[in-house]
Structures are given as C-alpha cells and as structure tokens.
Antibody, heavy 115, light 107 residues
Framework: EVQLVESGGGLVQPGGSLRLSCTAS????????MSWVRQAPGKGLEWVSM???????YHADSVKGRLTISRDNSKNTLYLQMSNLRAEDTAVYYC?????????WGQGTLVTVSS | DIQMTQSPSTLSAYEGDRVTITCRAS??????LAWYQQRPGKAPKLLIY???SLESGVPSRFSGSGSGTEFTLTITSLQPDDYATYYC?????????FGQGTKVEIK
C-alpha cells in the first residue's frame, strides 16, 4: 500500500524558514514525479512545486526563489525548503506523487506564518 | 497556464438525486484530469483519474467522462456521505491547475 507522510509544519515568523518532509512507502520517490500542493485556510488547491524522476524541478511563480523542492533517494523522502516566508504562505501543504496514471496524496502538514 | 473552469460553484440537491459537475480546460489536456472529494479539515480524496478511471475503493455511483477540454463528474444517486466540496485537476503538464471547487449541499 502506498503511503505519503508529511512532517515539519508549524508556526514560523514572517521572513523565517522551515523544511517540510514527505516520507514515502510503497513507492520509490526517485522513480515517480513528485509534487507539493497547498491549500490556504478556506481556499482552493494550489500547485507549488514539481520534481521529475530525472531531477528536473519546477516551481509556481508565487514561490520561485523562496521555496525549493528536492529529494533524498537514500531516504525515499521528498522535501520542500521554505525560506523568506510570508503570511500568504500559510496553508496546509500536501505531498502528491504520480503513480501510474493515477495520483497519491498525503494527509498534509500545516504551516502558519505569523508574528 | 492552463485554466480550469468548474461549474456550478454551489449545488443543492436531495438525497437520491443525479448530480453533474462540469470542468472545462482552457486548452487540450487529453484525458489527464482527476476529480476529488474534500470534506472540511480533510485531505482531498481521489475519486477519478485519467478522466474516467475509478479509483480503487470509490463507490460505483461516481463516474467521470470527457477528453480534450470538456469533462464531467456524475454522481448517480446522491448519498448523505457525498455532501462535500469537489475539485477537478489537470495534470497534463507540471503546472497543475485546479478548478475552483463545487460545494454540494443538502436541499
């Protein structure tokens, strides 16, 4: 059974940094495209970042230069390094993996940016 | 960016009703479309992938159709468990985009 478990969320001050992790079981992170999707309180879903199996990465314009996606193949773990955080980055962050023609989602981790 | 236009934004229906939600893409996405159900405080739950494939464990009253730019999610007989918000998502290219959501309410 595929499982994606996010961790690392919490309360951080504006301008601060945080690193989110997504540990996968039942699939190999390096063999699938992996993404981060976020949802601000009471809002819809927003794609944030993508990393392909070959290592190419892409980020939404709203986070470019501040949020960076990466992975550790030896730990089968996906990361989102978040820096220079703003109030508008407050959201639940979900880890999503391609899985054949389908998609698998984690349960999310909440990031709150507030002083 | 590929824009996803979902309609209606709110839908009121009785238990047992047939319900249809539409999603339109601003350009051709072949069949790379997913549908989700989301309840308050919970992660999105995948219902349909590749436009018409039913995710394992999802009741057969849910079905998806369409290709190219026009897509539909149908619930054949609405159950109490189905009152939730539904989203479509294109995953044709890496810049995934989502519809704005359809809230299904009790009539």
């Amino acid at each position: 059974e595929v499982q994606l478990v996010e961790s690392g969320g919490g309360l951080v001050q504006p301008g601060g940094s945080l690193r989110l992790s997504c540990t996968a079981s039942g699939l190999t992170v390096s063999s699938n495209y992996m993404s981060w999707v976020r949802q601000a309180p009471g809002k819809g879903l927003e794609w944030v970042s993508m990393i392909y199996s070959g290592g190419s990465t892409y980020h939404a314009d709203s986070v470019k230069g501040r949020l960076t996606i990466s992975r550790d193949n030896s730990k089968n773990t996906l990361y989102l390094q978040m820096s220079n955080l703003r109030a508008e980055d407050t959201a639940v962050y979900y880890c999503v993996s391609g899985y054949g023609n389908s998609l698998k989602w984690g349960q999310g981790t909440l990031v709150t940016v507030s002083s | 960016d590929i824009q996803m236009t979902q309609s209606p934004s709110t839908l009121s229906a009785y238990e047992g009703d047939r319900v249809t939600i539409t999603c339109r893409a601003s350009q051709n996405i072949d069949s790379w479309l997913a549908w989700y159900q989301q309840r308050p405080g919970k992660a999105p739950k995948l219902l349909i992938y590749k436009a018409s494939s039913l995710e394992s464990g999802v009741p057969s009253r849910f079905s998806g159709s369409g290709s190219g730019t026009e897509f539909t999610l149908t619930i054949t007989s609405l159950q109490p468990d189905d009152y939730a918000t539904y989203y479509c998502q294109q995953y044709n290219i890496y810049m995934w985009t989502f519809g704005q959501g359809t809230k299904v309410e009790i009539k």
